[in-house]
């Protein structure tokens, strides 16, 4: 559900979390094979074979999800970008966490506003702005 896809995301460097979530996302690329999981999921191929290929396009989490939705083991796309907010915004609360100290703390080049806004689904978030805000929730979190 990406969110779980490291035991420990705190422990982890911002790029590997992010290996960790393409690492899922291949598992079920191979599963199915390419161009079905383009097809079905509704992702461009050349990603999806990109991501098969082991190389690290940019992609959003939303197109993610829906192709972690396309295995058994994981809920319908809506169902998982949902959870992965709601488990964002659960760890910011644990850890008093507000917008602006997150961009502040993560090198991404956002300001509180923008991550706000990929935080609620305004605004599409990469792989690579997910894994430096997650990460950060947790470190936060681990103190």
Do not use: C
Not at 73 to 91: K, Q, S
Request: zero cysteines.
């Amino acid at each position: 559900m990406l969110y779980d896809a490291a035991d420990d995301p705190a422990t982890l460097s911002t790029t590997e979390l992010r290996t960790a979530y393409e690492t899922q996302i291949r598992t079920v690329v191979d599963e199915v094979g390419v161009q079905t999981a383009a097809a079905d999921a509704g992702v461009d191929e050349a990603v999806v074979s990109t991501v098969a290929d082991g190389d690290a396009p940019e992609m959003n989490v939303e197109d993610a999800a829906a192709l972690l939705a396309l295995s058994d083991d994981y809920p319908d796309r809506e169902a998982i970008v949902l959870e992965l907010r709601d488990h964002l915004l659960m760890g910011m609360t644990t850890g008093v966490l507000d917008v602006d100290t997150i961009a502040s703390n993560v090198e991404l080049d956002l300001s509180g506003q923008e991550i706000q806004q990929v935080l609620e689904g305004r605004s599409p978030m990469t792989l690579a702005q997910l894994a430096a805000i997650h990460r950060y929730i947790a470190e936060r979190n681990d103190r």
